[in-house]
């Protein structure tokens, strides 16, 4: 009698025990999907962006940032053309870019002018885009490289821009408005570092981690 019950008492710290580990591996998965991206209310809203992709693609991918900033141009260098080749030109992802200014007026210039080119051409609006970035000095980004004269310059090397609408539209009030627009967005959204890049309504928190990248737009796909 005495040994059943001591099996018993085993048998119950053994379930016990792997009911304690169970909950505990449950928790820590929690932890881990919430801390691969903080998910909002809803996506942002993205009339009046640039597009790159299928119109009605599934998932949309918005990235937050600034011409100004290296990480966004490494961002651009590194993750961006692997996710134009595994889901924009497969019409699962539509990408979408908002203009941030964390870097005071050059920021601003820089935005101001990819809006502008937007505006008169969307089919080169992507082909400016890369421009700029390509235009960051790789050492010393601080110092100023966003003039009116560089962005021109740019402007004058991108097929399919109109030099003087460029110019009167650079300053112009839809111009500032559309500017306005993408910091009410970096507002609504909380953003705090560029680049941020939010799949849907989820803010990646490693927007360099490609493969957790894949994983949310794979589970976003499937309608998780
Ligand atoms: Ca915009």
């Not at 505990?24 to 919430?34: F, G, P, S, V, Y």
């Not at 390509?134 to 030099?163: R, Y």
């Not at 112009?172 to 009410?184: F, G, K, N, P, W």
């Not at 949310?216 to 796909?221: D, F, N, P, R, V």
Request: hydrophobic share 40%.
């Amino acid at each position: 009698m005495a040994k059943k019950n001591n099996n018993s008492f085993k048998l119950i710290m053994i379930l016990t025990l792997v009911i304690v580990g169970l909950l505990a591996a449950i928790i820590i998965l929690t932890q881990a999907t919430k801390e691969d991206a903080k998910s909002f209310e809803n996506m942002p809203d993205i009339s009046g962006q640039p597009v790159l992709g299928e119109k009605d693609a599934p998932v949309t991918i918005v990235e937050f940032g600034d011409f100004k900033c290296p990480a966004c141009k490494a961002w651009g260098e590194s993750a961006y053309p692997q996710l134009v080749k595994d889901y924009v030109d497969s019409g699962k992802v539509k990408f979408v870019y908002i203009n941030v200014l964390f870097h005071g007026q050059e920021s601003a210039l820089g935005a101001a002018a990819a809006e502008a080119v937007w505006k008169q051409n969307p089919d080169v609006y992507w082909d400016f885009h890369k421009q700029l970035f390509d235009e960051q000095p790789t050492a010393n980004h601080d110092s100023q490289w966003i003039t009116t004269e560089k962005l021109i310059e740019i402007a004058s090397n991108t097929e399919g821009v109109d030099l003087e609408q460029f110019k009167a539209d650079l300053t112009s009030q839809d111009i500032v408005d559309a500017v306005r627009l993408d910091s009410e967005l970096t507002d609504e959204f909380k953003v705090e570092m560029t680049p941020t890049i939010m799949v849907n309504d989820k803010a990646l928190t490693d927007p360099f981690d490609y493969e957790k990248m894949v994983e949310i737009i794979e589970q976003e796909l499937d309608g998780e």
